[in-house]
């Protein structure tokens, strides 16, 4: 089992869907999680953090369950711009981040 | 302006021709890495460095050496490049690599490696 994954999609969606992603990881121990946005060929920028208690950014809404072991991704009101690769960021031990693959969102018209 | 830079950012050479990647840091942050990116892989981890002086290795450290002498600068060594470590190399720092302090990390541009 890896130990960070994420669906890859691609998720094809219209403007104005809403759209959810998971990210599963293997260390119970894990603590530091986050959402990473990816442009084709650019750097890696952090979306949101996740916190136990789940948190709200405007459209985006990252939550963690802790007891099935993910971290979740919603996308609400989907904009042409929100096309992009999703990477989820897990802390496996001590400093070791580990990134998943990524999933692939494009946002229609 | 708060930055990570990289360079070279574009790099073709020879197989065993030692090259460094260089990184640098204007933010005083503690926690420097690289990463490496691959189609259907994601990012890799390479090597971590929590503190100067202080370089652990990651996912995939095989072929690579790092050196932490000064907190700002994080450069990656390859001594004998293979057509293997052809890639997208990302720098990143954040503030300190303490899990508890969930302190997201801020990426360099990217440098793509092509090794013949």
Known sequence: RKEVEQDPGPFNVPEGATVAFNCTYSNSASQSFFWYRQDCRKEPKLL?????????????????????????????????????????????????????????????? | EAQVTQNPRYLITVTGKKLTVTCSQNMNHEYMSWYRQDPGLGLRQIYYSMNVEVTDKGDVPEGYKVSRKEKRNFPLILESPSPNQTSLYFCASSPSGTPLSNQPQHFGDGTRLSIL
Do not use: H, W
């Not at chain 1, 919603?74 to 981040?97: E, F, G, Q």
């Open chain 1, 48 to 109: 949101m953090s996740v916190y136990s208690s789940g948190n709200e950014d405007g459209r985006f809404t990252a939550q963690l369950n802790r007891a099935s072991q993910y971290i979740s991704l919603l996308i609400r009101d989907s904009k042409l711009s929100d096309s992009a690769t999703y990477l989820c960021v897990v802390n496996i031990y001590k400093n070791d981040m580990r990134f998943g693959a990524g999933t692939r969102l494009t946002v229609k018209p």
